[in-house]
């Protein structure tokens, strides 16, 4: 009989693209395999998920805003509605298993399948748990976790530590560097640095690169530069000048490409984005972004700064060390291998395998 799953989360990228991961995983193991995409109206998933060949609905709901209060007045009635809504798809597509990713659209999804009584799993990103992971994971059947020590926010019998999902477009990229380069119309003479801001882009990260852009070419330096949405119109124009070197793109479709093509990369700290630089075994000066619950980036890119696999820099320093710490780090070759070697130890390539089967277990 065709089995039926539902995957609900969303939000940013770091909760969409490992959700993508586990259905092409679940696809993999079992072709005929029905799966529904609850996400967020509004939200990146509502464009991604679709665009990776999957069906999403999109439910009523949104997260408490901590710059606007009076936003929050309507977000009792929102949760509700989205409950409604969630109960309603529940009886229609009737699924196996729920699977939870994080994000706005896995409470209610998560909350009605475990008052009807039908299997759900959690799959925890980060080193820290939220408020509603922690609560949904009482009654989850089990919880898939990328980090150590996690029992303190989950029953560790439902524990399984799997790593994060990977898409297999990053795992098992069979783009060459000198492909990945004409592609974004680089030269293969100079050292490219590529820089992302997690999904959303980084205003700070942003913000220091502006005056280093006419230092770039004298030393020989060439730049993939992600900015985010808000940011992109800024960066266009203050790249013009420099065109040839710098490229500049509100949101990268093809990381894998990005990931190729570069020598050294700038990233925020996210648990994806490091699970990803893992894989592709790059040097990376990570630069955490300070606001994330309980400053869960710090942690993510300190447990891998202590094994002597990455760099950091503190987000209010990037203005005064991104400069500095770039340009060492890609004169140092003995460095970059260094961190290249150690970043290399800690991929996990199959997690969206392990993830998947646990799905299946537990219908
Ligand atoms: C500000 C904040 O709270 N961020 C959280 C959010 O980050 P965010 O959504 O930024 O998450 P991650 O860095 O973990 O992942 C980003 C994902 O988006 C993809 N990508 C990114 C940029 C781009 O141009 N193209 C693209 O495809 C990356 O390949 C990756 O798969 O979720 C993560 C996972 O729960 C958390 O660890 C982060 O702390």
Known sequence: MQRKVIIAGGGTGGHIFPAIAIANALKKIEPDIDILFVGALGKMEMEKVPQAGYPIEGLEIAG????????????????????????????RFQPDVVVGVGGYASFPMLKQAQRKGIPTL?????????????????????????????????????????????????????????????????????????????SLGAKSINEALLPLLPTFEGKNIQLIWQTGKPFYDTARSAAAPYATQVKVFDFINLMDFAYKAADVVISRAGALAIA????????????????????????????????????????????????????????????????????????????????????????
């Open 122 to 198: 959690i799959q925890e990103q980060n080193s820290f748990a939220g408020k509603t992971n922690k609560l949904l994971g009482k009654k989850a059947k089990k919880i898939c976790v990328a980090y150590d020590n996690m029992e303190v926010f989950f029953p560790a019998d439902k524990l399984i530590q799997t790593g994060n999902p990977v898409r297999n477009s990053i795992t098992q990229s069979a783009v060459s560097k000198e492909e990945a380069l004409a592609h974004f119309g680089l030269s293969k003479d100079k050292k490219t640095v590529f820089v992302v801001g997690g």
């Open 276 to 363: 990803e630089l893992c894989v592709v075994k790059k040097p990376v000066i990570f630069v955490p972004y300070p606001f994330a619950a309980e400053d869960h980036q710090t942690s993510n890119a300190m447990s891998l700064v202590n094994k002597k696999a990455a760099l950091i820099i503190k987000d209010h320093e990037t203005g005064t060390q991104l400069g500095t710490t770039l340009f060492s780090l890609v004169q140092n070759k003995a460095l970059m291998e260094q961190l290249e070697q150690n970043i290399g130890t800690l991929g996990n390539a199959n997690a969206d395998m392990v993830i998947a089967k646990e799905v299946l277990k537990i219908i």
């Open 64 to 91: 408490f805003n901590r710059s606007n209060m009076l936003k929050n007045l309507l977000l009792p009635f929102k949760i509700l509605k989205s409950l409604g809504q969630a109960r309603r798809i529940m009886q």
